[in-house]
Each structure stands twice: as structure tokens, then as C-alpha cells.
């Protein structure tokens, strides 16, 4: 089976003063009907931008340019604006970061709802009404049909969360991309969405596109996952894999940054990744997380090869993960010794 | 909705109370009634006798009260130069000056909003350029030297156009334009800027993901909240135009109430001139009221508190 969305060479540059960003480097990936693939990464790393190149969203100065940039079949980066227009918010629909500023403050939630539909589907506003009121009481909104008449600064941020993921569902989208959909939100709302977002893709058999920077929301709600740094995408594969046997350098710093109940001993320090992110602007030779690896060595500074470990599950690294698995074994020992 | 429409009339009819008060105090402090209508070669005995009989020599206050309790009723006393009621010459006047003034903010805004627009979709573009610098020659144009080059152009070399009178809609269209160009900069800059930022908002972004067309982001999505601000300076500058239009009306010979106001001024015209100002601080604070009332409308912050 095809993948529902392939992307294969991604890059988004953005001119500055300081000269051209270039934030996201060769970015490829896919997914396929049904699945959740989820991107992490840290503030900066190019994942919002890739989401946002994706949808044709990217600010106006931002230049995109791609290998491959398709939707089941149509070509998102060389196709006719109205193929691509009538594919946003119809069979692929976005919902992003911050609830309180993505609602027009100036219309209803109804009217916000149902202007999706009415600019894809050849049906009535009172089909569109029925429509709305379905998917919000879908997505857990008590009082759906009195809602319709609110506006979004009479909702708090979950059901504001709640309605965009509403409005994402209007047409029966394909695939959703979902920005950091829970950043802004509490804890415990964080979790509701999430599960809701897990019940309707079980339901709906909709493919989501997860950007977050959270290990935890990608444990919950993954199949698969793609670890980005630096504009690049550093490892990617299935999130048992990913999780069991971290191969890239960075996703192992990554994941030792969490703590996990049960696993992590009391007291001992939590893992923090030493220096900064390289800039983007400009070329970076070779391994752009060197610079922070423990692992770095002379062959870092050359081109890195893309090695596969298993089905699916890739690493951009110039060591075999063998490697540092015998230096961490090494290192506890060493550790136990003294 | 309904109450926030009463808090504000309440308010408005308060403000009436102080300007009138303000105003009669100022006009009365500045000109003495007695002398203005004995005229300049009366003796002081005639200018006390006068004093008497019109009742100047009871205390301010008394005045105020009698006057205002009159005002109340529609009376605003008599002209000292026409003998005829304040409110006749007012009306008199006041359609030439509201005519001037709907036509002007019409030509302020059918040129600003759209070159607005059109800027603010392209920041930096030509056309933004062009808006620009539309903006910088009407704000540093003065509105008398725009008017004569005007009347130059179009009544005298053109003869396309009447250059002085307010007998037809032709007498109206270079004295709207010279009002009107003086109005829409600060119009097209507040609405320039105002689409800036609303366009790069988040809520922008999120209609464009559902897909609809640019027309409908721009002219339903953006447009709505950019408005907001115009709103209320729109009305402000429209209270000036009715107002504050004594040069322009001057310069065409129109029979308005700016000219009214500078006649009674220069003639001590005590009751023309009080009821002038009075009359231009209602327009302002109907006005500022209408203006609130449609952001209310416009804004569902502001109505749903």
C-alpha cells in the first residue's frame, strides 16, 4: 500500500538579515493511511515548519522546495492551487498549538465550523449545522447545539481544543496535522485530548501527522516516530524500536532527559544534553549534532550515511549503535567499580 | 447589548452637562453680552441699561441655569446680529455642512480602505509604496493649499468644476475631496497596520488551513477584526469634518456651519457661537457613541463581556 503522504527532500529557507535560515534540511518521511506518525524534537529543530510546509502554510518570505511533496497522489508542491486549496481543510485538516489565538475571536464556533464545510461540500447550512453539532458532542462538548452560538472567548482552552478538532473533522479529513496540539493546555486536559485524538483515529481510521516536543504525548499516541535535530531528521522507526534500542546519539540523550516511574532510581540526576543547537543559517558540515556528542569523533566532520537497523528504524549516525551500547555498558561498569 | 447601549447614552448626556457648562462659562468670561450688543459706540450707560433689561448683571450660575432650562426645551436664545432664533440660523446651515462632511469621510474611506488592503497584503511592495506615499503627501499637505490647487486645476484651468458656492453636488466635490484627502491617511495607515498584524495572527492561519479562498480570509476573516480601530477615528474625523471645516468651507464660500461659527465669532455673536459649540460637542459624542455601538456589534468581546 502507498503511503497517504510522502515527503522525500524537504527544505525551508527563510531569508534573514543575518543571511538565509535554513531551517529544514532534507526533511523525508511518510505516512500511511490509519497511522500516527509523530515528529519530536526540540524549540527550533524545523518541526512546526515542516508541518507548516506541508500544509502550504509557511510565512510568505519562507521558500520551500522539495524532491516529493504528495498527498495521495497530488502533488502539493507543483500542483494547481485549486487542487491544493480543495485538499486544506477537506481531506487533510490542521490543528495547532494555541487554542486561545486560532479561533476567529470575531465569529461564532458554528459559523467557523460550518464555513469549512460550505467551502468543500456542495450542501445546505442546515446539513453543515447537523454536522457540527454531531462532531462537538464527538469530541466531548456537553450543550453542542447551544455552543454553536458562542464565541471562542466564552470557551475555555480545552474545549477551544476541542472545537478545532471539531472543525478539523468537518469534511472527514484523511490525515490531520496536529502541531503541538496539548502544549498550551493543562495537564490533565492534555490527556483527555490526547485520548480523544487516539479514539477518533481508531474510529475514523484518520492518519495523524504528531508534532510535539513531548516523549510522553509520542509514548501515549505514536506508531511510528521521527526524531528531527537541527532541520534533519536523525532517526526514525517504529516507537518500540525507537524507544527500546535508540541508535542516534541524540534520541538516547534525548530520552535519558526523561524521568520514568519505576525505572528511573531515585535520586539520580536526570539526563541533560551539554551546548546548544547549531545556527541555521548557512551550511553545517557534516553531523550537526557533533558538536554535543559524547560519541563525536573525526569521521563526525565528513558526509554520515543513513544506516538501517531494522525494518523501518534508520539512524543518521556514523557509529553503529553497538558501539555505544559497549561504551555505556563500559561506562556503568566503570561506575560500579569505583 | 442593550444595557452597554444605555451605560454609554448616560454617560453621553453627562458629558452634554459639562460641555454646556464649560462653554457658557468661556464664552461669557471671554466676551461681555452687554457690550457685544450695545455694539462698539455705546456709552457705558447704555451698555449698563442694557445689562439690566437682558438680565447680565444676575450671577453666572443663575444665568447658566435659566439658559440651560431653555436649551432644554429647544430655545437657544436669539441671534444679536439676525434677531432671529439661534436654532433657525443654525438650520439653516446644517445641511450644507453634513452634506460636505458624509461626502468627504465617503471619499476618505472608499480611497483609503481598499489602498489599505491592497498594502497591507503586499508589505513593502509597490503598491504599498504608492499607499504611502498617497499618506505622506495628505498629512503633510496643508488642506487650504490643497484646496486652492484645486480650484487652479479643476474650476479654472479644467472648468470642470464650480469653485465657490454650495448650490449643486458639483459645488460639493472639490471641497469633499480637499476634507476627505486631510482624512484618509491616518484611515489608510490604522487600517494598513491593523491588516499587518491581523493577517500574521494565528486565527488568519487557521482559516487558510481549512482551505477557504483568500478572498473570503481577507475580506470576512481579517477584514472584521482590522476594522475595529478605524472605527472609532473614522467617527472622530468625521465630528472634525462636521466641525472643524471652517477653512475649507471659507475658502469654497459654502453656507455651513464652520462659516457660521467664524462670522459669530468675529460679530461676539454670544448665543450662535455657544450653540455652535454645543451642537459640535453632540455630533462628537453621538458620534463616539454610534462608533462604539458598531465595534459592540463588530466585536463580540465587547458585547459578551
Known sequence: ?338 | MLSYALRRLIIGVLVMFVVSGITFTLTNAAIDPARAIAGEGATSDDVEAIRKSYGFDRPLAARYVAWLGQALQGDLGSSYRQRRPVVDVIMERLPVTLKLGGLALAFALVLSIPLAIAAALRPNSWIDRIALLFALFGQAMPTFWFALLGIVVFSVNLRWLPASGSGTTAHFILPAIALGYYAAPTLMRLMRAGMIDVLASDYIRTARAKGLSEARVVLKHALRNAVLPVVSVAAVQFGFMLGGSVVIETIFAMQGVGYLAWESISLSDLPVTQAIVLMISLIYIVLTLSADLLNAWLDPRIRIG
Open chain 1, 1 to 338: 500500500m502507498t503511503a497517504l503522504l510522502e515527503v522525500d527532500d524537504l527544505h525551508v529557507r527563510i531569508p534573514t538579515p543575518a543571511g538565509e535560515l535554513h531551517a529544514v534540511r532534507g526533511i523525508s518521511l511518510s505516512v500511511r493511511r490509519g497511522e500516527t506518525l509523530c515528529i519530536v524534537g526540540e524549540s527550533g529543530c524545523g518541526k512546526s515548519l515542516t508541518s507548516l510546509a506541508i500544509m502550504g502554510l509557511l510565512p510568505r518570505e519562507a521558500r520551500r522546495s522539495a524532491a516529493r511533496l504528495a498527498f495521495d497522489g497530488v502533488d502539493l508542491a507543483g500542483g494547481s492551487r485549486r487542487a491544493i486549496a480543495g485538499l486544506r481543510g477537506n481531506r487533510m485538516a490542521m490543528i495547532f498549538q494555541d487554542p486561545m489565538t486560532s479561533l476567529n475571536p470575531a465569529f461564532t464556533i458554528g459559523d467557523q465550523l460550518v464555513e469549512t464545510m460550505l467551502a468543500h461540500r456542495k450542501v445546505g447550512r442546515a446539513a453543515a449545522v447537523d454536522r457540527a453539532v454531531h462532531l462537538l458532542e464527538r469530541v466531548g462538548i456537553a450543550a453542542a447545539a447551544a455552543r454553536l452560538g458562542q464565541y471562542p472567548h466564552q470557551l475555555s482552552g480545552g474545549l477551544r481544543q476541542r472545537v478545532m478538532i471539531a472543525m478539523a473533522l468537518m469534511c472527514g479529513p484523511d490525515l490531520i496535522i496536529a502541531d503541538e496540539p496539548t502544549t498550551a493546555l493543562d495537564v490533565t486536559i492534555q490527556a483527555q485530548i490526547l485520548r480523544l485524538l487516539r479514539d477518533l483515529q481508531a474510529e475514523l481510521g484518520i492518519a495523524i501527522l504528531l508534532i510535539t516536543h513531548d516523549l510522553g504525548v509520542v509514548a501515549r499516541v505514536a506508531d511510528r516516530i521521527g526524531v528531527m535535530y537541527a532541520g534533519e531528521m536523525v532517526e526514525e522507526g517504529a516507537v518500540g524500536a525507537v524507544f527500546e534500542r535508540p541508535s542516534h546519539p541524540y534520541t538516547r540523550a534525548l530520552l535519558g532527559c526523561i524521568p520514568i516511574p519505576g525505572r528511573t532510581p531515585r535520586r539520580s540526576p536526570l539526563g541533560a544534553i551539554p551546548g546548544i543547537v547549531p545556527s541555521l543559517v548557512g551550511t553545517i558540515q557534516g553531523c550537526a549534532f557533533a558538536g554535543r556528542c559524547t560519541h563525536a569523533h573525526e569521521a563526525c566532520a565528513g558526509t554520515i550515511p543513513v544506516r538501517t537497523l531494522g525494518a523501518g528504524h534508520r539512524s543518521r549516525c556514523t557509529l553503529a549503535p553497538d558501539t555505544f551500547e559497549a561504551a555505556a555498558r563500559t561506562a556503568s561498569l566503570g561506575a560500579i567499580g569505583r
